[in-house]
C-alpha cells in the first residue's frame, strides 16, 4: 500500500521524508514507554531518589516526542498535498487524453468520483493514517528489543504470540473473504435491481406491479440480507478467534511472568514493571484495526486510479511525421477496415466505403450491423485492427489528434450539453461567433421555436449535462453546434431521433444546406431521410451488404428494398379501435 | 485534525420535513440498548486484568513475603475476567451485527414500499442510480453506527468512568493530578474546533466545485475534445482541485501548533510521565504507597484512550445520520392518497373537469381541461411538444393527481378506486420500452403473472413476435438482456404483448416519434392494430396522418384545448389543427418529391 504511493506520486522524498519522521517518534514513544520500568523498579524498591532522574528522563523524551510529532505532522500534510495535486494532474491529464472511444456510459460514473473523492481519500492516507499504522509497529517493535535486555524469556513468550495472532489474523481473512464475494454478488444484484425498478417504474405501475409488492426486487433485497447473514456468521467466529487469540497471549504472558517471579527468578518489581508495559503493546495494535477500512478503500481507490493510468492511448503522430490536413472539402474513406471492441469478438470485418469530399453517405441496417461504429472510427475513436480509415488520403493516424477533431463535426443520439446557458454551449463550437451567426444556426435547426418558448431565451439554464430540455431540444441544440462549428466533415448519427416529424423536416432541409462542400456520413432509421444521399451503404454484421444509389438499390431489388416496401406499407397506416372499422 | 473523508454531497439547503434517524432504528431499539449494555459488561471486565497487576504488585511487596497461592488466585481471577470479557465483547458485537442486518432489510423494504406509491414525477428527479445509492449505499452507511459506533461510545464512556472512579478511591488527589493534561488537552480540541463548521462549510464548498468540475469533465470530454476544448475543461478542473488541496493546507497548517498540543496532551507518554513524576514525588513523601502507584501506571490510560475511539465514533455517527436523513426525506416524501373505501366505476367512461397540473407549483402545464371519453371512442391528443399532450395521458394512468379539478373514471374520481382495480381497467404503452431482466415469458405476464404458458404465446403472435422468441436460445425462457438481445423493435413487440395479456378496457397509447429499426416498422404496426381492436383508446399522436381515423382529435396548445373534432371538422374550422395538417402534408410532399420515381418495383 505504501509503496503503491510511493509509485503514484512523481517526487516520492516528502513522503519518504515523513515516513522516517513517524518512525522516529514511534520509536521516541516505545522508548518513554520503556522508561516506565526503572521508574517503577526503582520506586518498588523504595529508591525514589532514582524514579525521580527516570522521570525527568522520560519527561526529556516526551519534550522530543512532542517535538518530532509536530514536524512529522507537517511533513504528513506537506505529503499528502503533493500526492493529491499530482494525483488531480496525473488523472486530469490522462482524461484529457484517452481515446473518445473509451468514454461510455458505465465508464463515466466511476470516473467522476475517481476523480474527485477518489484522490480525497488517498489524500486522507499521508495526512491521517500514516501515524496510527507505522506506529502500530514501530512501538511494539521497540517495546519487544527493550524487553529482551530486562527479560529474555518474557520477550520470548511475547514473541511467541506473534505468529499465533498473525495466523489467527490471516485464518479471519480468509473466512471473510470468502463469504465476502457472494455478498458482493448479492449487493450488486439488488443495485442492478433498484436500476432497473427506477427505470422501470412507469411500467411497473401500469402493470399494476408496485401494489403487491415487486416480487423481483423484493427477492433481491432478501438475497443481499441473506448474504449479509452468512457473512456474519462466517466472520464472527473468525474474528472471536483473532480476540481470543490476542487475550489468551497476554493472560499466558501473566501465567509466565507469576511463574518465573515464584520460583523467584526474577526481581517483583521488574515483573511488574515488565506487565505495565505489556499492557502497552497490544494498544496500539488496535488502533490500527480501527483505520483499516478506510485504508482499504484509499487502496481501492489507488487500484483504480492504477488502471486507468495504465489504459493505452492512441498513438500521436511523431511530429516530424505529423500530416495537416488541407483546408476545403476532404474525402474519407475507409480501406478494408477489420476492428472489435475487445480481442474476441470483431464487428468490423474488411470494410472498404469511399466517401468523395462533398458528397453525402448514408449508412443503413440493422441495430448492431455496425454503423455507429464506423462513424466513430471516422473520427478516431478507436483505432483500426486492420486496414485504414484515411481523410483526404491521409492515414488518421498520421494527424494529431486534435487537428483531426477540428475538421470533423458530430451529432450523436446521445447529446451532452453543459451546465450554461443556451448560448454558452453554442459557443463551445465557435468562442467569437457573432450574434449574427448565432441566429442563423438557430434558424435552421430550429432553434428558433425553442428560443422563444423557455424563459430567458438564449439565457436559459440547460441543467446539468442539458436535463433541463428534452431528448428533441437537447437534440436540436447540438445540431446547431455542430452547424456553428463549420467543419468540412460532418458526422449525424441519429441526430434526428429525438426530435418531432415537423422539426425534423424542417432540419432535414437545414442538413441539406450543407451538401455542397461538405462531406457527410449519416446514420439514420427513418428510410426518407437517406434516399436523396449519393450514395447508400447497407451495412450487414459489419460488411458492406449493399451499396449504391436509392434507385439503383431499389431496382437491385436486395435487403434495402424489402427496407423500403415494408416503410411503404406502414406509411399509410392508421390507429383505430374500430370494431368493424 | 479535519477530517478529509467528508461525504462529497453533505447537503447545504434546509432539509425539507424528514424521518428522523432515532425513528428509523426503533425497531431494534431495544437490541440495542441490551448490546450496550452487554459491552459495559465487558469494558468493566477488561479492566480487572490490569487491576490484577496491581494486586500481584501488593501481594509481592506484602509484608512477611508473598503468599503463592495468593498470586495464582489472582492471575486466575485476571484469566476469568479476560473469558467473561471476551464473551460480553462478542455477545454484543453479534446482536448489533445481527439487528443491524435486519433493519437494514426493514428499511430497503420500507423505502421500496414508499417509492412505489411516491407520484411518478418522483422519479424524474431522481435518477436510476441515485435509488440504487439510497437503498443500497445510504442504508448500508448506517451500519457504522448501528453495528460499532453506540457499543464503541458505550466503551468509552464507561471505562474511563470506571477507570477513574477506582483511582479516586485508591487516592483522589494523584487522580486528580492525572486529570490535569486530559483537561488541556480537551480544551486545546475545543479551541481547535472554534471554527470548525465555518471552515468545514468552505471546505464543502470547494469540494463540491470539485466535483462539479470532475463530472462535467467527465461526461463532457468527448464533446470538448470534438470541439478542441479539451484544454479549457482540464483547466477548470485542475483549478478547482488545487483550489481544494491549497484550502486544506491553509486550513491544517493553521491548526497545526494547537493540533499537535491537543495530541501531544492526550497521548498516553504525557499520561505516563505526569503519573511518574508526581508518583515519584507522592512515594517520596510518604503520600501513596508504591503498590498503589502500579494501579496508576495501568488504568491513568483508561482516560484519554477512548478519546480517539470516540472521535472515530462521533465521524460515524455524523455519516450515518447524514445517509439517514436522505433515507428519512424519501420516506417523508408525500404519497398518492389511497381510498381507504374504494369504490368500483360503473363504466369505463372517462371524465376530466376542470383539471389543471402544474409540476413545480409554479408553471402550470394544464389549465382548465374538460373532456369527457366514451367507452369504445378513439382520440387523438395533438400538438407541439410542451403542450401538455403527455402529461395529460399521464394523469388518466394516475402517475399524478392533478394539482386542480377530477379525473373521473365511470364517475369515481381516480383516488378513491384501488389501485390494482384502476390499473386493471387503464393500460399504458409506452413510447419507450420498458422490459425487465427476467425471462421473456415473465415480462409479457408482467400484469398477470397467473398467465399460462399458451395464453402467453398467444398474445406474442397477435404482437408479431411468437416466432422470434422461438428462435431464442431458451425460447419463452430466455432472460432479456442476458439469452434474449432484442432489438429495439423486437423489444416494442415483446411490450404490446404485454398490453394484450393485461387486456386493459382503456389503453393510453403514446404513439413512436421514431421506429426503433426500420425493417420492422410495418411489424409493429400489424402488432398495435391487433392491440387496439375493441378498446377504448387515447393516442399521444406525432403524426397526424395515423390518427385521421379518430373519433375525436383534442388540439392543446401551452397546456390548453383549444379545438376538438374529428379530423374533418377540424380541418374545416381553419384553425390551428388544419395549419399543422398542411404544414405535415407540405413536409410529406417535399419526402415524396425527394423520391419521385423510385416506384418498388413489383
Not at chain 1, 343 to 367: F, K, Y
Not at chain 1, 543 to 569: I, K, M, N, P, Q
Not at chain 2, 15 to 41: D, T
Not at chain 2, 129 to 157: F, N, Q, R, W, Y
Amino acid at each position: 500500500m505504501i509503496k503503491r504511493l510511493l509509485t503514484v506520486v512523481a517526487d516520492d522524498t516528502p513522503l519518504r521524508r515523513c515516513i522516517v519522521w513517524w518512525v522516529v517518534a514511534g520509536v521516541l514513544q516505545g522508548l518513554g514507554f520503556v522508561l516506565l520500568v526503572p521508574v517503577l523498579s526503582a520506586l518498588l524498591d523504595g529508591d525514589t531518589g532514582t524514579a525521580a532522574w527516570w522521570s525527568l528522563a522520560m519527561v526529556g523524551v516526551l519534550v522530543v516526542y512532542a517535538a518530532v510529532r509536530y514536524v512529522a505532522q507537517l511533513a504528513s500534510y506537506r505529503a499528502a498535498i503533493g500526492l493529491s495535486k499530482g494525483l488531480f494532474q496525473k488523472l486530469g491529464d490522462k482524461v484529457a487524453v484517452l481515446p473518445l472511444g473509451w468514454f461510455h456510459g458505465d465508464r463515466v460514473g466511476p470516473l467522476g468520483r475517481l476523480t474527485s473523492k477518489g484522490v480525497i481519500d488517498v489524500m486522507g492516507v499521508p495526512a491521517h493514517m500514516l501515524r496510527p499504522i507505522i506506529t502500530a509497529f514501530v512501538t511494539p517493535a521497540t517495546l519487544l528489543v527493550a524487553l529482551v535486555f530486562f527479560d529474555w524469556r518474557l520477550a520470548l513468550a511475547t514473541l511467541a504470540a506473534v505468529p499465533f495472532a498473525f495466523a489467527a489474523f490471516r485464518w479471519t481473512q480468509s473466512l471473510v473473504r470468502k463469504a465476502d464475494g457472494a455478498h458482493h454478488d448479492a449487493a450488486a444484484e439488488a443495485g442492478s435491481r433498484l436500476v432497473e425498478f427506477g427505470q422501470t417504474q412507469a411500467v411497473l405501475r401500469a402493470y399494476g406491479r408496485n401494489v403487491d409488492g415487486n416480487q423481483i426486487l423484493d427477492d433481491a433485497l432478501s438475497g443481499y440480507r441473506d448474504a449479509g447473514r452468512n457473512l456474519l456468521t462466517t466472520a464472527v467466529p473468525g474474528l472471536a478467534g483473532f480476540v481470543t487469540v490476542i487475550q489468551m497471549a497476554f493472560t499466558a504472558l501473566l501465567f509466565v511472568g507469576v511463574a518465573i517471579a515464584t520460583g523467584g527468578s526474577l526481581d517483583a518489581p521488574e515483573l511488574i514493571a515488565i506487565l505495565v508495559l505489556i499492557v502497552r503493546f497490544v494498544e496500539p495494535l488496535l488502533v490500527a484495526a480501527d483505520i483499516g477500512g478506510a485504508m482499504k478503500m484509499a487502496d481501492a481507490t489507488l487500484d483504480r486510479a492504477d488502471r486507468l493510468l495504465n489504459e493505452p492511448l492512441l498513438p500521436e503522430p511523431a511530429t516530424d511525421d505529423q500530416r495537416t490536413l488541407a483546408s476545403g472539402s476532404l474525402s474519407v474513406d475507409l480501406d478494408a477496415v477489420g476492428f472489435g471492441y475487445d480481442d474476441e469478438r470483431r464487428v468490423i470485418h474488411d470494410l472498404s466505403l469511399d466517401v468523395p469530399a462533398g458528397s453525402m453517405t448514408a449508412l443503413v441496417g440493422p441495430s448492431g450491423s455496425g454503423k455507429t461504429t464506423v462513424a466513430r472510427l471516422v473520427a478516431r475513436f478507436w483505432d483500426v485492427d486492420e486496414g485504414a480509415v484515411r481523410v483526404d488520403g491521409t492515414d488518421v493516424r498520421d494527424v494529431p489528434t486534435e487537428h483531426l477533431m477540428s475538421k470533423v463535426s458530430i451529432v450523436f443520439q446521445e447529446t451532452y450539453l453543459f451546465a450554461g446557458t443556451i448560448a454558452d454551449n453554442l459557443r463551445l463550437a465557435k468562442p467569437d461567433a457573432t450574434g449574427d451567426e448565432l441566429a442563423e444556426v438557430a434558424r435552421l435547426a430550429r432553434l428558433d421555436e425553442m428560443l422563444e418558448r423557455l424563459p430567458g431565451g438564449w439565457d436559459a439554464e440547460v441543467g446539468e449535462g442539458g436535463t433541463r430540455l428534452s431528448g428533441g431540444e437537447r437534440q436540436r441544440v447540438s445540431i446547431a453546434r455542430a452547424l456553428l462549428k463549420d467543419a468540412p466533415i460532418v458526422l449525424l448519427d441519429e441526430a434526428t431521433a429525438a426530435i418531432d416529424p415537423l422539426n425534423e423536416v424542417a432540419i432535414q432541409n437545414a442538413i441539406d444546406t450543407l451538401r455542397g462542400d461538405r462531406t457527410i456520413i449519416v446514420i439514420a432509421h427513418r428510410l426518407q431521410t437517406v434516399v436523396g444521399a449519393d450514395q447508400i451503404v447497407v451495412l450487414d454484421d459489419g460488411r458492406v451488404g449493399e451499396r449504391g444509389t436509392h434507385d439503383e438499390l431499389l431496382e437491385h431489388g436486395g435487403r434495402y428494398a424489402d427496407f423500403w416496401r415494408e416503410r411503404e406499407r406502414a406509411v399509410g397506416w392508421r390507429i383505430s379501435s374500430g370494431v368493424g372499422r | 485534525m479535519p477530517d478529509t473523508n467528508t461525504p462529497a454531497d453533505a447537503q447545504a439547503e434546509i432539509p425539507p420535513p424528514s424521518i428522523g434517524l432515532g425513528e428509523l432504528i426503533r425497531p431494534i431499539r431495544s437490541k440495542l440498548i441490551l448490546a450496550c449494555l452487554m459491552q459495559a459488561v465487558a469494558s468493566i471486565a477488561g479492566l480487572v486484568p490490569l487491576i490484577a497487576i496491581a494486586e500481584l504488585a501488593k501481594e509481592l511487596f506484602a509484608d512477611g513475603g508473598a503468599d503463592d497461592g495468593r498470586l495464582w488466585t489472582i492471575a486466575i481471577v485476571a484469566a476469568v475476567a479476560f473469558v467473561v470479557r471476551l464473551a460480553f465483547y462478542l455477545g454484543a458485537l453479534s446482536v448489533t451485527h445481527y439487528a443491524d442486518n435486519d433493519l437494514q432489510l426493514e428499511i430497503r423494504r420500507q423505502l421500496a414500499d414508499h417509492m412505489g406509491s411516491v407520484p411518478l414525477g418522483w422519479f424524474d428527479d431522481h435518477d436510476s442510480g441515485e435509488i440504487k445509492k439510497l437503498v443500497v449505499d445510504d442504508v448500508g452507511a448506517m451500519h457504522p453506527l448501528v453495528a460499532h459506533a453506540l457499543t464503541d461510545i458505550t466503551s468509552a464512556v464507561v471505562t474511563p468512568i470506571a477507570a477513574m472512579t477506582y483511582l479516586f478511591i485508591v487516592d483522589w488527589q494523584l487522580a486528580l493530578i492525572v486529570l490535569i493534561p486530559f483537561a488541556i488537552g480537551i480544551f486545546l480540541y475545543g479551541k481547535q474546533f472554534s471554527g470548525y463548521g465555518e471552515n468545514m462549510a468552505k471546505y464543502n464548498e470547494a469540494l463540491e466545485e470539485v466535483n462539479v468540475g470532475a463530472v462535467e469533465f467527465v461526461q463532457g470530454i468527448s464533446v470538448v475534445k470534438t470541439f478542441g476544448q479539451a484544454g479549457r475543461a482540464h483547466r477548470r478542473f485542475i483549478d478547482a482541485a488545487f483550489r481544494l488541496v491549497d484550502y486544506f493546507w491553509d486550513w491544517v497548517s493553521g491548526l497545526l501548533r494547537v493540533s499537535s498540543a491537543a495530541e501531544v496532551a492526550l497521548s498516553p507518554l504525557t499520561t505516563l510521565a505526569v503519573i511518574a513524576g508526581t508518583g515519584s514525588w507522592f512515594v517520596s513523601n510518604d503520600w501513596i504507597s508504591a503498590t498503589d502507584l502500579v494501579v496508576f501506571f495501568v488504568l491513568g490510560l483508561a482516560l484519554t484512550a477512548p478519546i480517539l475511539t470516540l472521535g472515530y465514533a462521533m465521524d460515524e455517527v455524523q455519516q450515518a445520520s447524514r445517509a439517514a436523513g436522505r433515507i428519512g426525506t424519501v420516506l417523508a416524501e408525500p404519497v398518492l392518497p389511497e381510498a381507504a373505501d374504494p369504490a368500483v366505476p360503473a363504466d369505463n367512461s372517462i371524465s376530466l373537469d376542470g383539471v389543471g397540473f402544474s409540476y413545480d407549483g409554479e408553471r402550470d402545464v394544464l389549465r382548465d381541461i374538460e373532456l369527457r371519453i366514451e367507452p369504445g371512442t378513439l382520440t387523438a391528443l395533438v400538438g407541439p411538444s410542451g403542450s401538455g399532450k403527455s402529461t395529460l395521458a399521464k394523469l388518466l394512468c394516475r402517475f399524478w393527481d392533478p394539482t386542480a379539478g377530477a379525473v373521473r373514471l365511470g364517475e369515481v374520481e381516480l383516488p378513491d378506486i384501488a389501485r390494482d382495480e384502476l390499473y386493471r381497467r387503464v393500460g399504458f404503452v409506452f413510447q419507450e420500452v420498458q422490459l425487465l431482466r427476467a425471462s421473456v415469458a415473465d415480462n409479457i405476464a408482467l400484469g398477470r403473472p397467473d398467465a399460462n404458458r399458451s395464453e402467453i404465446e398467444q398474445v406474442a403472435r397477435l404482437a408479431q413476435i411468437h416466432d422470434r422468441i422461438e428462435q431464442l436460445p431458451d425460447g419463452y425462457d430466455s432472460i432479456v438482456g442476458e439469452g434474449a438481445l432484442l432489438s429495439g423493435g423486437e423489444a416494442q413487440r415483446v411490450s404490446i404483448a404485454r398490453a394484450l395479456l393485461a387486456d386493459p378496457p382503456i389503453l393510453v397509447f403514446d404513439e413512436a416519434t421514431s421506429f426503433a429499426d426500420p425493417e420492422s416498422e410495418a411489424a409493429i404496426q400489424d402488432a398495435l392494430s391487433n392491440l387496439t381492436i375493441g378498446r377504448t383508446l387515447i393516442v399521444i399522436a406525432h403524426r397526424l396522418s395515423t390518427i385521421v381515423d379518430a373519433d375525436r382529435i383534442v388540439v392543446l396548445r401551452d397546456g390548453q384545448i383549444v379545438e376538438t373534432g374529428t379530423h374533418d371538422e377540424l380541418v374545416d374550422l381553419g384553425g390551428e389543427y388544419s395549419r399543422q395538417w398542411s404544414a405535415d402534408q407540405r413536409a410529406s410532399r417535399a419526402r415524396d418529391a425527394l423520391v419521385e420515381g423510385s416506384e418498388v418495383p413489383a
